[in-house]
């Protein structure tokens, strides 16, 4: 419609353009300046269209671009970003394996050594919970020379065990053992007072002793100290209300009393 409408238009202004010699000219000359002229203004205004499309299209891919443009300028940043991010976190992991690999240097030797001591001071110390102690040092044992075995668990087991240890020295216990005294294998009750003293007591209460850390054997005591470890036992066995009570002390132990 539009281009029939131009076309008419165009005409027009052909015809009208025409000089006066030529509107006497033959009609059928007139007719094909007019139709060469039409032709001519359609060819034209075809290709204002094409180049108007073609701007347009040009202008649309432009602007695609400026937008894939800044989208990729956008994506390059944070990926800058992440690789800084991802950078300094690789670094942060290589310090860190850097300073396990020195804590397991001056680890490693420390759990050894601790449990060595502690194999010594269980070897030393006052005999109760003889099995219980003996497993314990053997399971660590078995555990630091675990090559599966995490260093932090082997640190926990370690430290679990010392707890274990220093919880006795603030411990009482009565227990029945058979103990191998001077008139033979007798069965008695065995008082533990932490980690300051060892006593036994027969049940009929005959035979009262102690043992000597230094000498590492039951010794009796005199029979003044019969009625003091009965009042201690039942003391502990909430037989009766606490009291001050006088026992000996160990060699060792005033000792270091002493000092």
Known sequence: MM??????????????????????????????????????????QD?????????????????DQKTQLEWNRFQTKKYRQYVDHKQTTIADLKRQKEQMTLLRKELE?????????????????????DQERSERLAFLDQSLTDPDLALSEKLRR???????????????EV?????????????????????VGLFYLSPNGDKVGQWDVQERVW????????????????????????????????EAVRSTEGV
């Open 3 to 44: 281009n029939t409408a131009w076309k008419t238009l165009c005409l027009t202004l052909a015809i009208s353009t025409l000089p006066l010699q030529a509107l006497a000219a033959d009609p059928a000359q007139i007719q094909q300046q007019s139709t060469a002229t039409l032709k001519q203004e359609v060819a034209t």
């Open 219 to 250: 010794n009796p005591l005199p029979e003044e100290y019969r009625d003091t470890v009965r009042v201690t036992i039942d003391i502990i066995e909430q037989k009766r209300a606490a009291e001050l009570i006088d026992l000996p002390l160990p």
């Open 109 to 129: 030797p420390f759990l050894d050594s601790s449990v060595e001591q502690l194999h010594n001071d269980v070897a030393k110390d006052l005999p109760f919970l």
């Open 175 to 195: 227990t029945e053992q058979t103990l191998s005294l001077a008139s033979g294998d007798t069965m008695v009750q065995v008082l533990r007072l932490g980690r």
């Open 47 to 63: 290709k204002v269209e094409q180049w108007s499309e073609q701007r347009q299209a040009l202008v649309n891919d432009l602007l």
């Open 158 to 172: 370690v430290l679990e065990a010392l707890q274990v240890e220093a919880d006795y020295g603030n411990s009482v």
